[in-house]
């Protein structure tokens, strides 16, 4: 990756990773809080965080900052599939592994 593209790129980038982790972070809460009720239509998906997040005081804002946050990530998704190098590994002819 050129440096100009690394400069702008890795912090879009690294932001997008921290929302990830931060919405998983949540819906993992949600099946936390569903196994400990044993109640197994309790536990949420994405879909539950975000209305979790929109009922907050401050719920759009907040809506703005973790969909630009999931932008970002979806950059950079986009990113290492276009820069990522996938070797095959060495001694084969790249179609087949040998177990």
Known sequence: ???ETRRWAYPICRFGLMIRGLVFMI???FFIIAAYR???N???GIA???DTFRKQPFGTPL???VSVGL?????YSILEAFYRR???PSGTDGLTMKL
């Not at 932008?71 to 950059?75: D, R």
């Open 48 to 50: 539950e965080v975000f």
């Open 1 to 3: 990756m050129a440096p």
């Open 71 to 75: 932008f970002a990530f979806g950059a």
């Open 42 to 44: 309790e536990a949420g």
């Open 86 to 88: 996938v070797n095959p």
């Open 38 to 40: 044993v109640n197994p």
């Open 63 to 65: 809506m703005v900052f």
């Open 27 to 29: 819906v993992g809460t």
